[in-house]
């Protein structure tokens, strides 16, 4: 049996988990997918570095699960694809 690298899996379970942070701060929109997320809105809510962060963040936009524009601050929006893949990860019946 050959077993999966475990570091991968850690990475992409800290990637995920920005990911269910920022659902998690728009999912009361009415259009979650339009609402603009702010740094400092995930800052509070994780306790990661910053570095750490944006790293996740490049990671779930090359993926298609959130955009990122540059406004007066950054601005982070989640993807219908970033979404889905939270609702259906099972995640939320650990998270709400």
């Given at each position: 049996?050959q077993y999966p690298n475990?570091?991968?899996i850690?990475r992409?379970?800290?990637?995920y988990k920005?990911?269910l ?5 728009t999912k009361?929109?009415?259009q ?8 400092r ?5 994780q ?5 750490v962060i944006?790293?996740?963040l ?19 929006w989640i ?8 609702k259906?990860?099972?995640?939320l019946?650990?998270s709400?």
């Open positions: 049996m475990f570091e991968y850690y992409m379970e800290s990637r920005t990911l942070t920022i659902y998690n701060i009361e929109d009415p979650p997918e339009t609402y603009k997320c702010r740094p809105e995930i800052i509070l809510r306790f990661q570095d910053w570095n944006q790293q996740h490049t990671l779930l936009e090359e993926e298609g699960l959130i955009t990122t524009s540059q406004e007066d601050t950054l601005v982070i993807t219908s694809a970033g979404i889905t893949l939270i259906n990860s099972g995640a019946t650990h709400d």
